[in-house]
Nanobody
Framework: QVQLVESGGGLAQTGGSLRLSCEYS????????MGWFRQGPGEQRELVAA???????KYADSVKGRFTISRDNAKNTLYLQMNSLEPDDAAVFYC?????????????????WGQGTQVTVSS
């Protein structure tokens, strides 16, 4: 089992920045890919960014150049740095992890989910 605990959500202005953190624990050696999904009101969950053990990343087209995913294995923490925030970025953001090694956008392929953290962007 793997436990994921997000923090860092909140309110930002358009053009502002937030950094999300996800502390992970448990059977982490079995995890190959970690990432962030988001879900806005009435929308499906969307992969925002993912990273594998080798450091390869994948991003949603809508966040490329604005968001950066990274991980600090010494601190057991995954990050999502979000810059140039837009109102459309507002959503609940979930930290995720999976045993498989493919950077997939399919939500059901992820084995573990955090509880989510709300990001609100004021216009």
């Amino acid at each position: 089992q793997v436990q994921l605990v997000e923090s860092g959500g909140g309110l930002a202005q358009t053009g502002g920045s937030l950094r999300l953190s996800c502390e992970y624990s448990g059977d982490i050696l079995e995890i190959n890919v970690m990432g962030w999904f988001r879900q806005g009101p009435g929308e499906q969950r969307e992969l925002v960014a993912a990273i594998n053990r080798g450091g390869t990343t994948k991003y949603a087209d809508s966040v490329k150049g604005r968001f950066t995913i990274s991980r600090d294995n010494a601190k057991n923490t995954l990050y999502l740095q979000m810059n140039s925030l837009e109102p459309d970025d507002a959503a609940v953001f979930y930290c995720v992890a999976r045993h498989g090694d493919i950077l997939t956008r399919v939500a059901s392929a992820y084995d573990y989910w955090g509880q989510g953290t709300q990001v609100t962007v004021s216009s």
